[in-house]
């Protein structure tokens, strides 16, 4: 055994006799169909090539990374996309892989990601589970929303700021020189229309530069966000919505519409 590792808690064994296991259940569940293997960058890919060439149907595979943890080991409740699918998933019965299901965040956004996506259908199969560390996740609907949110701000003038409900434009801060005053700017015509911002979500163009933006969000009663990420103080944004209970999706891609 290796100096680093203090016990087996299941062996080689144990573990191809599970993959087996569910490899049959797959081919009954999924016979007739091809489903879209999905795996989740970087744990997934041993577990997956076992359970692929387990599951006796024809299938194809596509990968997507997606992160919480900031390098870390614990959930730090922020999602970020590091590597978005490469193909269209629209009215495909899709088979998420992931080798732990821990805190669930990253996991409960991801097959609300694909849902908003097209996907006809998505399970989960995991080899691990860590009930203990389960902690509160996006909902289908903000993802639905943040979406969209990120589609809308991804055309408007830079600095910019959006802020949608139910799949519908409640208001835009765009052509600001500062990214406060975009969001000032969306809130302010947001009001004017009477629109109530409570469970809105927020789109910005670029990363926050420091935590006030989500601040004067949560303030408003809005519940979860979308940005690239990128500042040097990503710590802070992460650190309030955290401890506020706001939902928040790093994409690590920048619009900057001039």
């Given at each position: ?34 489903p ?11 577990f997956?090539a076992?359970?692929v ?136 015509k ?62 690590g ?6």
């Amino acid at each position: 055994m290796r100096e680093d590792i203090a016990s087996i808690l299941l062996s080689e064994e144990q573990i191809h006799t599970r993959v087996r296991e569910l490899g049959a259940e797959i081919s009954r569940d999924y016979a007739g169909k091809e489903p879209l293997f999905v795996g989740v960058l970087k744990g997934c890919f041993i577990f997956m090539a076992d359970l692929v060439r387990a599951a006796q149907i024809k299938s194809e595979i596509e990968f997507i990374g997606v992160s919480s943890y900031n390098n870390g080991t614990k959930s730090s409740g922020v999602v970020q996309i590091t590597r978005d699918l490469q193909r269209d998933i629209s009215g495909r019965d899709i088979i998420i892989v992931e080798d732990i299901l821990d805190s669930g965040n990253t996991l409960a956004f991801l097959k609300s990601y694909l849902m908003a996506k097209g996907a006809k259908s998505i399970s989960i199969v995991t080899l691990l589970d860590k009930p203990a560390r389960r902690e509160k996740a996006i909902t289908a609907e903000q993802a639905e929303d943040l979406l969209f949110a990120n589609k809308v701000v991804k055309h408007s003038k830079s600095n910019a700021i959006v802020l949608a409900k139910g799949k519908q434009l409640f208001a835009s801060g765009i052509g600001q020189t500062s990214r406060v005053d975009a969001l000032r700017q969306a809130i302010e015509k947001a009001k004017s229309f009477n629109f109530d911002l409570h469970g809105a979500v927020m789109a910005s163009d670029a990363f926050f530069p420091f935590a006030d933006c989500v601040e004067i969000a949560h303030n408003e009663g809005i519940t979860a966000v979308i940005q690239p990420g990128g500042s040097i103080r990503d710590n802070e944004t992460v650190d309030f919505c955290n401890k506020n209970g706001i939902a928040m999706v790093m994409t690590g891609i920048r619009h900057f519409k001039h």
